[in-house]
């Protein structure tokens, strides 16, 4: 659906990336991690075709070519900056239904299928709208108008924790037959979403497999995150502090953070009944993204080097 | 298609911002106090009967279709980059040519409505007092010739503009310089350095806003001692007919080549 052969993009003397090579099938969901700056925006530049690049990439059958729109009918965007138009929500379904040369009623019904009838909301204007709407109503856009791929570009970075999963699990509910390709900085967000994981690092990409794979190719232990009421806080991190599937901890008045030993994560929780601790919740949390990216730097000389998930851990992708 | 469909929502979106009012509310207002007032004995001008009007309405197109058509033009592009609602555009099926082209037919034909609305009440009330309805539906013509010119700057500017502030504050630039090298500035240069007459003719023409002036003195029959010195030396070279084909071909001339040179700028951006 989307591939990528020889992929790369700078601006003037300044190199993004180089020699990217990937293919994403029909129908996966895929996540583009990578930090601010890593060439994500960049590279759904390219896909969009809206700058030009070296290499060839081609999606849903079309070769891209810079400056050619018509890619852009089998591609919904939504951005990580909810743009401000002057039109109620009625306006800015209709106006972008017709540029997209697709009927109103696709967008309309994904929109309900969204929880944001146009009956409803639609005579609202955008700027009235919460960042999580304005969201919806790209998302509903996107996946109204027939697109096969949707392209997704940090859309919850302005949204609080709860927009955020709302979003999400709105996309994995309707876009369900989509190929989706999307970006983020957030490893929560990608568990939430993603069968795989492009990273892209250093100029390259660093990684390709799945998030298990990210995780044993990284030596990346997802961390515990265990509730306790505020006063059993020191007691619960000093005892735990002594249990040997812990590498490291961090407490705060509403629980303690654990690094958890490799798979020691089921010894963990044992260890916590077995010592009664007043443990009233627990929750697992991927590691952070710094030290996934330290890894993979360090699994070549000191520079990132792309790593294939498949002879990283003998497993496959 | 595109075009057409970009073009609808500019004029949707002028036709909600405050400068859109604004222009028309000038118009009509000059336009009405001109006509009701205006049209005395104006011998003393120069004009035919009803010239005086007609010469007031064209001081204040001068003045003002230049600064509304730049001030519009200034923020379509540059506005919509800082909104990231080009962005978003440039994401569907569109190209930048069409991008391009829709925002100019949006803002000119927003423009223009503001015109016609102004005109039109000054129209309704000339053909009341008599006025014929020719000069001014020649006034207006002329008038949406300037406004297109301008527009085709402000969207180069806006093209070239990171910001709306930045383009703003170009247009505006831009607007007080086309005046001050009007006549009067021109004539203080040419008396300074001791220019060539020859110069001082051409810029006349070069100038959209002297050019603009010239053929509408010329339409209305003016005695040609209002065209100032350059305007007259032009009138005797060219005749009367001319003077007002030289000044309308100067005036398509910046239309063209601005809107060339603007959409060139926003095409080659990547």
Request: net charge negative.
């Amino acid at each position: 659906m989307i591939t990528g052969v020889g992929l790369g993009k700078s601006y003037g003397e300044q190199r993004v990336f180089g020699d990217l090579d990937f293919h994403i099938e029909a129908g996966e969901r895929v996540a583009l991690l990578g930090l601010n700056g890593a060439g994500k925006t960049t590279l759904f530049r390219c896909l969009l075709a809206l700058t030009d690049f070296e290499g060839e990439l081609r999606v849903a059958g079309e070769t891209v070519t810079p400056g050619r729109k018509e890619v852009r009918r089998r591609i919904g965007y939504v951005p990580q900056q909810a743009p401000l138009y002057d039109m109620t929500l009625t306006e800015f379904v209709a106006f972008f239904s017709a540029l997209r040369g697709v009927a109103m009623d696709g967008p309309a019904s994904t929109l309900a299928a969204l929880g944001m009838p146009l009956e409803e909301t639609g005579g609202k204007a955008l700027n009235e709208l919460s960042g999580g709407m304005v969201q919806k109503a790209l998302l509903g856009l996107a996946l109204g108008s027939g697109s096969s791929v949707l392209l997704l570009d940090e859309p919850t970075a302005n949204l609080d924790p709860g927009a955020r999963r709302d979003l999400f699990r709105r996309v994995r509910e309707i876009a369900a037959e989509t190929t989706l390709l999307f970006a983020s900085h957030r490893l929560d967000e990608i568990e939430l979403l993603a069968d795989r994981v492009l990273v892209l690092h250093g100029g390259g990409l660093a990684f390709d497999g799945t998030l298990e794979e990210l995780w044993r190719a990284t030596d990346a232990a997802p961390r515990l995150w265990l509730s306790a009421p505020p006063h059993e806080v020191e007691r619960v991190a000093a005892e735990l502090r002594e249990c040997p599937a812990v590498s490291d901890l961090r407490a705060n008045g509403a629980g303690v953070e654990v690094d958890v030993r490799g798979d020691a994560s089921l010894d963990l929780l044992l260890e916590v009944r077995q010592r009664g601790l007043p443990v009233t919740e627990f929750r697992t949390r991927p590691p952070s993204l710094e030290h996934v990216l330290d890894q993979l730097e360090r699994h070549g000389d000191g520079s990132p080097a792309p790593v294939d998930a498949s002879t990283a851990d003998g497993g496959g992708s | 298609m595109t075009a057409r469909l970009l073009a609808q929502a500019g004029v949707r979106e002028s036709v909600r911002a405050y400068w859109f009012w604004l222009n028309a509310g000038i118009f009509v207002a000059g336009g009405l106090l001109l006509m009701l007032f205006g049209q005395v004995d104006v011998s003393l001008l120069g004009y035919r009967s009803y010239g005086r009007a007609l010469a007031g309405l064209m001081q204040l197109a001068l003045f003002v279709v230049p600064l509304m058509a730049l001030l519009s033009s200034g923020a379509a592009i540059a506005g919509a980059r800082e909104t990231g609602a080009l962005d978003y555009l440039l994401a569907q099926p569109v190209t930048r040519e069409e991008v391009f082209a829709g925002k100019w037919l949006g803002v000119t034909a927003a423009v223009v409505a503001s015109l016609v609305v102004g005109y039109g009440a000054t129209g309704a009330v000339a053909a009341v007092k008599g006025v014929p309805a020719l000069p001014i539906a020649m006034l207006l013509l002329f008038t949406v010739v300037l406004a297109a010119a301008f527009v085709s700057i402000g969207l180069w500017v806006s093209a070239l503009s990171s910001t709306r502030g930045r383009a703003t504050s170009v247009v505006f630039t831009l607007w007080l310089a086309f005046l001050a090298l009007g006549s009067l500035g021109l004539m203080a240069a040419f008396v300074r350095w001791g220019l060539p007459a020859g110069v001082l003719q051409i810029w006349s023409l070069v100038n959209p806003v002297e050019a603009f002036r010239l053929a509408m003195i010329a339409l209305l029959e003016a005695d040609p001692g209002l065209l100032g010195p350059a305007g007259a030396a032009l009138i005797d070279n060219l005749g009367r007919t001319g003077l007002i084909a030289a000044a309308s071909g100067s005036l398509a001339a910046w239309t063209a080549l601005a809107y060339w040179a603007g959409r060139r700028a926003f095409t080659s951006a990547t």
